[in-house]
């Protein structure tokens, strides 16, 4: 992992692609998490990968041409656009002779930097260690190979990376363990939002798509907002009133991103239930980003993955007023016929969301009616207590009360 405190570490990117087409969206993408992570970008190299090289995955010319620009650009670092297994990373800085990052490290660190309650930090925590323990098997097995495999020859070094090994995997049962713990508290703080009978919405989508300024913009939260990836680690609920007072809450949840670490979804497991638990989920979708459509196929992947795919959802598309890709947002109006247009920037359309949200929930009440003598106060404020009272009129001399159950 390289340091990015001191001063800000310079980066050149490798894109290792089959489809030239996606070569820009794919740098766009990765330069703004390498930038997130805090380090410069200088340049982007696309490599077409025509056959996968299974020690360092280029070919010998595309090293070759790697090297060059490493010594052209003087940068500290090499970041590839991929997951590198520990054996072609171990290869590549040898090659190279420079330190080597892959795509799934870069969203590690970024998790690592932003993480700021207790629950986000041990799901950092376990995360980056379940990534790097299988590199200190790769080490270990390295050495004892170098060292011809003799059964009790094993050097200082190899003693002290199987000692680093056997802490690393118990750090990461302690980790798991601290989580169950929270997983536990987050299912009994469930439950009794479910007791209040709340109907729960989440906010998912991919990240930056604009759903913590949607959440202050609908319950004048004060969730932190930025122009970067995963400015949201940790959940925010928040509870407010649609019309006639009736009651729901609306989490926002971390944001999404292709080819998400399976290390992360694993350890976010107790923070991502938030989307499977609620009643009914809103997709975010972005329409400043001009690969939104793909966005959106992670967002779903993810979300059957939690095993979320099927819960009831609303389709909204965010930015209305900044339309990155026309022929993208075309083919998503095709998709999905009953979408919701707005912009929380201008805060356009608002009111339709509002409204779709309003008719989720009633769809799941039993509307009744009960008729009260006028001076039976008592018994109207039993009502008001207990149910969402959407009308109370006078009828024939009597109270006519209409509610939900």
């Not at 490798?14 to 380090?39: A, C, F, H, Y």
Request: net charge neutral; aromatic share 6%.
């Amino acid at each position: 992992m390289i340091e990015t405190q001191d001063s800000k570490k310079k980066a050149l990117l490798v894109i290792p692609i089959e489809d030239i087409n996606d070569s820009k969206l794919r740098i766009d993408e990765l330069s703004s998490l390498v930038k997130t992570m805090g380090l410069e970008v200088l340049s982007a190299i696309v490599f077409k990968i025509r056959e996968f090289n299974s020690a360092t995955m280029l070919g010998k010319g595309q090293l070759e041409e790697l090297k060059d620009n490493i010594l052209y650009f003087e940068c500290d670092c090499v970041i590839f656009d991929t997951s590198l297994s520990p054996r072609v990373l171990r290869n590549l800085e040898n090659e190279l002779d420079i330190c080597v990052i892959d795509r799934e490290e870069v969203i590690l660190q970024i998790f690592a930097d932003r993480a700021q309650t207790k629950e986000a930090k041990l799901q950092v925590a376990l995360a980056r260690s379940e990534y790097s323990l299988p590199r200190l098997r790769r080490r270990w097995e390295d050495l004892s190979q170098q060292r011809g495999g003799v059964r009790g020859s094993k050097g200082s070094g190899e003693r002290q990376l199987e000692l680093d090994k056997r802490s690393l995997s118990e750090k990461i049962v302690a980790l798991k363990r601290e989580l169950e713990e929270v997983k536990k508290i987050r299912k009994t703080q469930r439950k009794s939002r479910e007791k209040k009978d709340a109907y729960s919405f989440a906010l998912v989508g991919y990240t930056n798509a604009g759903k913590s300024s949607l959440l202050n913009l609908l319950t004048n939260a004060n969730t932190l907002v930025e122009d970067k990836f995963f400015a949201t680690l940790d959940p925010t609920t928040r509870q407010f009133k649609l019309k006639n007072r009736i009651d729901v809450t609306l989490t926002d949840t971390v944001g999404f991103v292709s080819n998400l670490p399976h290390h992360l979804i694993s350890a976010f497991s107790s923070t991502l239930e938030e989307a499977k638990y609620a009643d009914t989920l809103i997709i975010v979708i972005d329409l400043a980003n001009p690969d939104c459509e793909r966005c959106q196929e992670t967002t779903l992947e993810v979300l059957a993955s939690l095993g979320a795919g099927d819960n009831d959802k609303i389709i909204v598309f965010n930015k209305i007023d900044n339309i990155a890709n026309d022929i993208a947002y075309q083919r998503l109006k095709v998709s999905y016929p009953n979408h919701i247009e707005i912009s929380v920037k201008e805060r356009k359309n608002i009111d339709l969301l509002l409204d779709e949200m309003y008719k989720r929930v009633l769809e799941t009440k039993k509307r009744s009616t009960i008729y009260l003598p006028p001076e039976d106060g008592k018994a109207l404020s039993e009502i008001y207590r207990k149910y969402t009272v959407l009308s109370c009129t006078y009828e024939n001399d009597n109270l006519k009360v209409e509610y939900l159950t």
